[in-house]
């Protein structure tokens, strides 16, 4: 090892050597700088360590350069497309700097001043099409943005193989999404008065959006009640739901791909109204070394009974091997990792009156191995027929998800010992797609539970087990509101209002004076008429209008409830300044 006196003239050499730079290139410009690294970086193009240390003082000089000429806004490309791996060139004329891969090049054509006149993005055997968006993210010169969108498309076209295949590959991409749209537009019955919301949850591709820019073709499948009337105010084509991409992803084993469209045109549609395909045969379909993809965003917890079902449908593409299996409930408080379950966790719950609930979910018994699964990010197909059974499972785990995120909350690490509970509710499994919520009510020493089962997204039915009270019409109302609001805490308290009116409505004491009059006139009418508007207010659901702002179900005929005017306005104006409806405080 050197010792310290053996290092000083080292250093000393080094001090004086940067002393020497600095004042031969202090009278330089910053381009004749960028100039003497590039020729430096030719130099030792055959050595990658010694490039390495240029390539990076290269980039945060040109990070550091306000970009404001031709030459600039060229380097600045340069660099971005070595970043991503990507080739680049000018053109002969020096107006248009190539950014160039395998299955894609995007065209910058540029002014003389360095103003960016138009992006294109062009496809292999594609004409190039302009790019709005990479337009003006170079006019208002977010490189780093620029980058990443670049990065995208990279990632997008990150297949396996020679550029025979990756066209090929993309090929079945192309005709997969003219097959999915095919199936899109297949007529079919509304379920919501909400179009969005019905295209979203019960159209059998969900909302596709064709792909754009270089980005993939979406599906937005999910939106739970409250993404939709926290959304009432956005506009355009954001998604405010759980979407997919659809993409293709390499495979270790080939798969038979389509090579041309399956659908024919008009469509033939079997009796459920789903369209004919025709057999992948040797002349429509090839095999290739990689398999269509949904990349869910964002990731999407599942449990591993679906996941199953996921490969049942894909036959055996999508797998469960070498997924990490944890509760679902951990899953999905991933971000709160230091969370312990070996004792079960305890949520408190605020609601809109100063009251409190409190959510206790035992660590033992969500550990059972029906309610554990994995964290999914993307789900291999490699026939469009799989698509709308694949999503009607993701719909369906959505719903449970949301069900479960509802008792959670950030208060679970900040709990008042002397905090007083409204309701005090133990959630424990049951089956893959069924939990009970056990409770106890103020006035009352024994427990209740209150059991749901999701028997998919369109559909949640509930059952309340209370001593001395059978009523299947409160079930049915119970589960008219929870699938409304999709909160286990607001349909808890809509429980407790609704209890609190059968158990404590008071008996009405006859007026003697009254019952004369009443047989002497004998107007049984009024009184008929008065029992029919209790009735009607007792079996009014405060969850039947949830949606009423944005998605009432338009063939829900058990809808029988009319809110009133300002009610849709309390409604929403509630959801947004504390997320609960108001017609429940």
């Known amino acids: 090892m050197e010792s310290k006196s053996e290092r000083a003239p080292a250093n000393m050499k080094t001090k004086t050597l940067m002393s020497a730079l600095k004042s031969k290139y202090a009278d330089k410009s910053w381009n004749e700088t960028m100039q003497l690294v590039r020729r430096c970086m030719d130099k030792t193009k055959g050595d990658g360590r010694i490039c390495e240390p240029i390539t990076k003082c290269l980039e945060k000089i040109n990070e550091a ?28 004329t020096e107006t248009v700097c190539y950014l160039t891969a395998d299955l894609f090049y995007i065209e910058v054509l540029l002014l003389p001043g360095g103003c960016v006149e138009d992006v294109r993005a062009a496809h292999r055997g594609e004409a190039p099409v302009s790019s709005p968006s990479l337009l003006q993210l170079l006019r208002m010169k977010k490189f780093q943005e620029f980058s990443l969108k670049l990065d995208d498309l990279v990632s997008f076209y990150n297949i396996q193989g020679d550029s025979d295949v990756k066209a090929k590959i993309y090929s079945a991409l192309r005709h997969l999404e003219t097959d999915l749209f095919k199936i899109s537009h297949l007529p079919r019955s509304l379920r919501e008065s909400d179009l969005h919301v019905d295209l979203i949850m019960n159209g059998r591709i969900g909302n596709a959006q064709p792909s754009r820019d270089g980005a993939p073709m979406t599906v937005e499948y999910y939106i739970s009640p409250l993404e939709v009337l926290m959304g009432l105010s956005d506009t355009g084509d954001v998604s405010r739901g759980r979407i997919a991409l659809v993409m293709v992803g390499n495979s270790d084993t080939s798969h038979r791909l389509q090579i041309e469209s399956l659908i024919s045109s008009p469509p033939q549609v079997d009796s459920l109204g789903f369209p004919v395909f025709q057999p992948l045969t040797d002349s429509c379909s090839e095999l290739l070394p990689a398999t269509f993809l949904l990349k869910l965003q964002p990731p999407l917890p599942m449990l591993s009974s679906f996941i199953q079902k996921m490969g049942t449908i894909t036959d055996g593409v999508m797998s469960e091997k070498h997924l990490q299996v944890e509760p679902l409930p951990r899953l999905l408080l991933k971000q709160n990792s230091q969370i312990s379950w070996t004792d079960g966790i305890q949520f408190v719950v605020p609601l809109p009156a100063s009251e409190y609930h409190s959510y206790v979910f035992p660590g033992a018994e969500w550990g059972r191995e029906s309610w554990k699964g994995a964290l999914i990010h993307t789900v291999p197909f490699h026939h469009p027929g799989h698509v709308p059974a694949l999503l009607n499972v993701l719909r369906h785990q959505s719903a449970v998800n949301v069900l479960m995120e509802s008792c959670f909350s950030d208060h679970n690490h900040h709990i008042d010992a002397g905090l007083q509970y409204d309701l005090r509710c133990e959630v424990l499994p049951e089956s893959d797609h069924c939990l009970s919520v056990t409770f106890s009510l103020d006035d009352s020493n024994h427990l209740a539970v209150l059991q749901v089962t999701v028997e998919d997204s369109h559909q949640t039915s509930c059952r309340l087990l209370m001593p001395d009270l059978v009523d299947h019409k409160l079930d049915d109302y119970i589960s008219r509101v929870l699938m409304r609001c999709m909160s286990i805490p607001i349909t808890m308290r809509a429980i407790r209002k609704k209890v609190s009116s059968l158990t404590t409505r008071p008996v009405p004491v006859p007026d003697p004076e009254l019952s004369t009059a009443m047989e002497i006139t004998s107007t049984p009418r009024s009184v008929s008429h008065e029992a029919v508007q209790e009735e009607r ?35 929403y104006s509630h959801w947004v300044t504390s997320g609960l409806p108001a017609e429940l405080l």
Do not use: F, W
């Open 537 to 571: 207010t007792a079996s009014s659901s405060p969850g039947y209008y949830l949606m009423s702002v944005s998605s009432p179900v338009a063939d829900n005929a058990n809808t029988d409830a009319n809110p009133s005017p300002c009610a849709s306005l309390a409604v």
């Open 65 to 92: 350069l306000n970009v404001s000429s031709l030459t600039g806004m060229v380097s600045r490309l340069e660099m971005i497309a070595k970043q991503r791996g990507l080739g680049s060139h000018l053109s002969p």
